[in-house]
């Protein structure tokens, strides 16, 4: 007869396991709890733990059979998978916190999204209240002295005609939720619970766009990124990462379609990061039209979302529904599952650097989420970053180059203008040469492009009398003159003031306007042209929500001559009958401190006037210099991307510069200047006692911006090849350092703002 009895050698066997749990919002808590045998769990399960008196969630970072800790407390609960981090994920955080010198929590908040750690528990079902009979007048007027919040919200309600969810009314008519259970209880609203998905492109259609026919540079390009496309195996190292080194226009954008198509054909899916994606609508115009035919649904992540949209694609994705993201650096942490394929559109952009903890490079990130996947990556440029460029060189990316235009449409001839020489007459917006070409363009019906990267109307106000500059009070720069809304403004922190009419020193009204911003060169033009149609493309103009698309799409139907714009307008877009582009000051982000200023501006020179001679008629680009013959300016003069390389390359190797070094920034700041100096100063002593070898480290000083925000900034650089290591260092003497309270410190990795 069996016994009943559980025999007793099986009581010393654990009943459970146990995991590694980092606590949401605590400071980087890690605890370790027992999960009961027979549930499921993994890293980068969530989980809901018992805390003191309280239960929190967080984050399972490991699953052991073994606890050291005595009296382990049980989890109460395991979020359903769906709501959970793959462990790919899992490990792109746990890799940035040593890379970037940042606590794992704030690594793992960038991977999984606040709304979807906030709203995991409810995320498939929404309240919604629907409208079941309004009370007739008489009782309304009775509501409204007693209960206008209950009268508010029943309007509301009866205004949007249809069910609305809970949230959403009480954050349109201040109605709490206990406002609605009262309106439910009266039997004048019926509350149900209901899944309900926003859909951010619900009012847009999309044409179908069949994939187009490829020329033979692009042909060669597909085939080579089509062999590193087959599944690997565990164990089967990644493919190569590909550059692909395109000039404007070569048709790089068909390739990323076709490649993903074929991806998708695999079975599997695809992550296309863009810098910006508010500045990309054509771009994603295209992916849209071109996958709207097949079961493939496309998500689209980007800051502008609600959070409820947010939410929702994350969860379209997590589920499989979408198997192509197509977003801005964040996107490379889309949950998707068997990724077959990261491509990085304009990978040298700045923007993919992410300005705040985790200060993480959105390519970088992508190179090792493919490399840990086990799938290709496709970085693509007109004009790659040195850093891509190096690795080409030392074997560890593959390049693919397409060197002419689809069609073999020529590359814009682009022609100098030395300023110096024009400014002997008057200092001119606008060269006499230029002002030539744009009436011509103007009187032939085509359309030109003029490009400042400054916005205002002009840089600084100057009194002619005293000298008196009028200075931000919170930044060390000069507030910008805005005529349209005739204010001074400082494009550092946003502080306003009226204009000035006579100098607020010495109250002489010579008060002057000094350097040019998009405004005025909108002005200058219109004046001169004044039957032209001129637009202004810049951030004052888009704080209307749709000027961005409207502007662009008044360009795209020929109802502008001349669109003056900042860098908004250098990216991506194509429009054919764009004839002329006029760079105003090609100067301007060549004399700054920044190691990078000679790259940016010959990316910057080459992409916009890749903007010209996109159609049948052949293009043409002046560039305004007072220094025409710096290297950036002469080399994008030429389309020689090898030549500008090979100097600049030399020059970063000389100094031990990125790429041969890694360059951390750490910054220190203050309201009270002498606290950031003193604490800018202790630090770098600290940091120097045990420095690991080969870092180099610079001397506390203060920083080209010295003063942003009401804050004074100090700087500290330090360069090394071995990063980790470094990082370590750096958390490690941070941690002990007892810095005053009003004294801020943060450390940038791979730093891109060096002002
Ligand atoms: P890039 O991304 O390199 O700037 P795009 O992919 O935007 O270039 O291509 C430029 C233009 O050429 C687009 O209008 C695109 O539709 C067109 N194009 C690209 N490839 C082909 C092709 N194989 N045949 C015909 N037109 C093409
Ligand atoms: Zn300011």
Redesign the pocket.
């Known amino acids: 007869m069996p016994s009943s009895k559980t025999p007793s050698f099986e009581l010393d066997k654990p009943a459970c396991r146990f995991v590694r749990v980092i606590l949401d919002d605590s400071g980087g808590r890690i605890f370790d709890y027992a999960v009961p045998e027979g549930v499921r769990v993994a890293p980068g399960s969530r989980v809901r733990v018992p805390v003191r008196m309280r239960t929190l969630l967080g984050t399972v970072l490991e699953v052991a059979d073994e606890s050291e800790v005595p009296g382990v407390r049980f989890v109460s609960e395991v979020l359903k998978s769906d709501a959970g981090m793959n462990p790919v994920l899992l490990k792109l955080a746990s890799w940035m916190a040593d890379y970037y010198c940042c606590p794992l929590e704030t690594a793992l908040r960038a991977v999984l999204p606040q709304v979807i750690r906030k709203s995991e528990m409810t995320h498939q079902q929404r309240q919604m209240v629907r409208l079941v009979r309004m009370p007739e007048e008489a009782v309304l007027a009775g509501l409204e002295k007693r209960a206008p919040l209950q009268l508010g919200a029943l309007r509301m309600l009866e205004a949007q005609g249809g069910p609305m969810a809970v949230s959403e009314l009480a954050k349109r008519s201040d109605a709490s939720h206990a406002v609605v259970r009262a309106l439910e209880k009266k039997g004048w609203v019926a509350v149900e619970a209901e899944r309900v998905e926003r859909d951010p492109s619900r009012h847009e259609h999309f044409v179908e766009a069949p994939a ?4 033979a540079e ?1 042909a060669l390009v597909f085939e080579r990124v089509c062999a590193a496309l087959e599944p690997r195996a565990e164990g089967v190292a990644a493919p190569k990462p590909f550059l692909l080194h ?1 000039v ?7 390739i990323y379609l076709q490649a993903i198509q074929k991806v998708l054909e695999q079975g599997r899916s695809a992550i296309m990061l863009v810098p910006e994606i508010s500045l990309t609508p054509q771009t994603v115009e295209r992916f849209k039209s071109r996958f709207s035919s097949t079961q493939h649904e496309v998500a689209v992540l980007h800051s502008h979302l609600s959070e409820g949209e947010r939410h929702d694609e994350w969860h379209r994705i997590r589920s499989g529904r979408a198997k192509i993201v197509i977003g801005a650096r964040s996107a490379v942490f889309a949950p998707l599952e068997n990724l077959g394929l990261i491509v990085v559109d304009e990978e040298h952009e700045p923007s993919y650097k992410q300005e705040e903890s985790p200060r993480y490079h959105g390519r970088d990130i992508a190179v090792l989420r493919a490399s840990i996947e086990r799938c290709a990556v496709l970085l693509g440029s ?1 004009t790659p970053s040195l850093e891509s460029y190096h690795n080409v060189k030392l074997g560890k990316y593959e390049l693919l180059s397409i060197l002419a235009r ?2 073999d449409k020529k590359m814009p001839f682009i022609r100098i203008i030395d300023m110096r020489m024009e400014s002997k007459k008057q200092s001119p917006v606008i060269s006499s040469k230029l002002l030539t070409a744009l009436e011509l363009r103007i009187a032939r019906k085509e359309q030109s492009i003029l490009f400042l990267n400054r916005r205002g109307f002009s840089t600084s106000m100057l009194c002619e009398k005293c000298g008196h500059v009028c200075q931000c009070p919170n930044c060390s720069v000069s507030l910008t003159f805005h005529r349209a809304a005739n204010r001074i403004v400082c494009h550092i922190c946003g502080h306003l003031a009226l204009a000035p009419t006579k100098c607020p020193e010495c109250k002489d009204p010579g008060i002057r306007q000094q350097g040019t911003g998009t405004e005025r060169v909108e002005d200058v033009v219109q004046k001169i042209f004044p039957k032209a149609v001129v637009r202004r493309l810049d951030a004052d103009v888009l704080q209307r929500k749709e000027a961005f698309r409207e502007t662009l799409s008044a360009f795209r139907t020929g109802k502008i001559d001349v669109l003056v714009g900042t860098q908004m307008i250098a990216k ?1 877009l ?1 429009f054919p009958n764009v004839t002329l582009v006029g760079i105003i000051n090609a100067d301007l982000g060549l004399h700054i401190p920044d190691y990078r200023a000679g790259e940016r501006t010959f990316q910057l020179l080459t992409q916009v006037a890749g903007r010209a001679g ?1 159609g049948d008629v052949e293009g043409e680009v002046f560039v305004q210099s007072y220094t025409p013959f710096s290297p950036a300016i002469q080399f994008s003069r030429h389309h020689d991307f090898e030549g500008f390389w090979d100097q600049e390359i030399e020059f970063r190797q000389q100094w031990d510069y990125p790429p041969f070094t890694h360059l951390v920034l750490v910054s220190v700041r203050s309201e009270h200047q002498a606290r950031a100096e003193f604490s800018a100063q202790t630090l770098a002593r600290r940091l120097a006692e045990g420095l690991p070898e080969g870092v180099i480290l610079g001397e506390a000083s203060p920083a080209p911006l010295e003063k942003s925000h009401g804050q004074f900034r100090y700087h500290l650089t330090l360069r090394t090849k071995a990063i980790v290591r470094l990082s370590r260092h750096l958390k490690a003497v941070l941690a002990k350092l007892p810095f005053p309270e009003d004294v801020i410190v943060t450390v940038d990795v791979d730093a891109y703002q060096l002002m």
């Open positions: 187009l026919e490829l020329n692009q395109g404007t226009g070569s048709g790089k954008t068909e007109a689809v069609d991506g194509h996109r």
